[in-house]
C-alpha cells in the first residue's frame, strides 16, 4: 500500500521569492544612502552584526573587520571619547535608552571623523529588545565649520575691542539691534547702550546720518564720512538680503578717522 501527497507549494514559493526581492531592494537602498546603517546585538558590548559599505569610504576600514570582531569599534573610537562612550552605550543599553549622541572615531589613515549615532530599539512580540539598528552620520564637516566660525568670531571680537572702530547693526525699521567696538567711548556710550533705539532718535540733529541709514535700508551700499561733534567716522553701511523676522537689515562699521582729517 503506498499512500502519497501532493502539496501546492507554489504560495510558499511565491512568499519566499517576495519576501528575498524585498530583502535585496532594501540592502540596495541601505547601501546608497549617504551615511552608515547598522545592526547591533542588544547586549552592553554592542557586539556589531551588519555595518553598510559606507563604513569603509568613513574610516578606511571593510565591513568585514566590523563584524569579524564585534568589539573592533571600539578600537576606532577616538581615545579621548573611548572609555566615556563604551560606558554611555553600556548603560543606555542597561536602561533601553536608543543611542542618540556624537563621538570621535580614528580613522585608518589618522583622520579624525565627528559622527553622530542615533539608534533604534527592535522589540519581540514580549516588549523584549531583540537587536538595535541604526545611523551613523558624518557631522566632521559641520563640527569643522563650527570651530572655524568661533575662532572667526573670536578674531572679529579682538578686533572690534581694540581697534578705533563700531560695529553696528540695525533692523528694518530703523532700531539698533548692535552696537560695539572700543571707538563708543569716543561718543561717550557703552556697548549695547543704545540696542533697542531707534537711529533716527539717537542721531536726531544729524541729518546726513539718517539719509545713508534711510538709502541703506532701500537696499544701497553707502560709505561716507561723517561728522559727530568733533569726531569724524568713516562709515560703511551694507544692506542684509533677505533678512529674518526680527533680524538686522543692515550691518555697519564706522572707525573713527578723525586724526586724519584734523
Same mark, same amino acid.
Given at each position: 500500500?503506498?499512500? !502519497?501527497? *501532493?502539496? #501546492?507549494?507554489?504560495? &510558499?514559493?511565491? $512568499? =519566499? @521569492?517576495? +519576501?528575498?526581492?524585498? /530583502? %535585496? ?108 539598528? !541604526?545611523? *551613523?552620520? #558624518?557631522?566632521?564637516? &559641520?563640527?569643522? $565649520? =563650527? @570651530?572655524? +566660525?568661533?575662532?572667526? /568670531? %573670536? ?108
Amino acid at each position: 500500500l503506498f499512500i !502519497g501527497f *501532493l502539496r #501546492d507549494l507554489s504560495g &510558499l514559493h511565491a $512568499a =519566499q @521569492a517576495a +519576501l528575498q526581492d524585498a /530583502e %535585496a531592494r532594501f540592502r540596495r537602498l541601505v547601501e546608497q544612502v549617504p551615511a552608515v546603517t547598522y545592526i547591533c546585538d542588544y547586549d552592553e558590548a554592542v557586539s556589531i552584526r551588519y555595518i553598510s559599505p559606507q563604513i569603509e569610504a568613513l574610516t578606511g576600514f571593510a565591513p568585514a573587520r566590523w563584524t569579524q570582531d564585534p568589539q573592533f569599534w571600539t578600537a576606532v573610537v577616538h581615545p579621548e571619547d573611548r572609555e566615556w562612550v563604551i560606558d554611555e552605550m553600556a548603560r543606555r543599553t542597561r536602561e533601553e535608552i536608543p543611542v542618540d549622541f556624537e563621538y570621535r572615531m580614528v580613522a585608518e589613515d589618522g583622520t579624525v571623523v565627528h559622527l553622530l549615532d542615533q539608534e533604534t530599539i527592535v522589540r519581540g512580540a514580549d516588549g523584549r529588545p531583540l537587536y538595535s539598528q !541604526g545611523v *551613523l552620520v #558624518d557631522v566632521t564637516e &559641520l563640527r569643522s $565649520a =563650527q @570651530a572655524r +566660525l568661533r575662532a572667526s /568670531e %573670536a578674531q572679529m571680537s579682538t578686533i572690534v575691542e581694540f581697534a578705533p572702530m563700531v560695529l553696528f547693526a540695525i533692523d528694518a525699521d530703523g532700531v539698533f539691534t548692535l552696537s560695539e567696538g572700543r571707538a563708543l567711548e569716543l561718543l561717550d556710550l557703552e556697548p549695547g547702550e543704545v540696542v533697542g533705539r531707534s537711529v533716527f532718535d539717537v542721531y536726531a540733529d544729524s541729518p546726513q546720518i539718517a539719509a545713508a541709514v534711510r538709502r541703506a535700508l532701500a537696499g544701497e551700499h553707502v560709505s561716507e564720512l561723517m561728522e559727530i561733534g568733533e569726531l569724524v567716522f568713516d562709515v560703511a553701511y551694507a544692506p542684509v538680503h533677505d533678512p529674518h523676522e526680527g533680524g538686522p537689515a543692515v550691518i555697519g562699521v564706522a572707525t573713527d578717522v578723525t586724526s586724519r582729517h584734523r
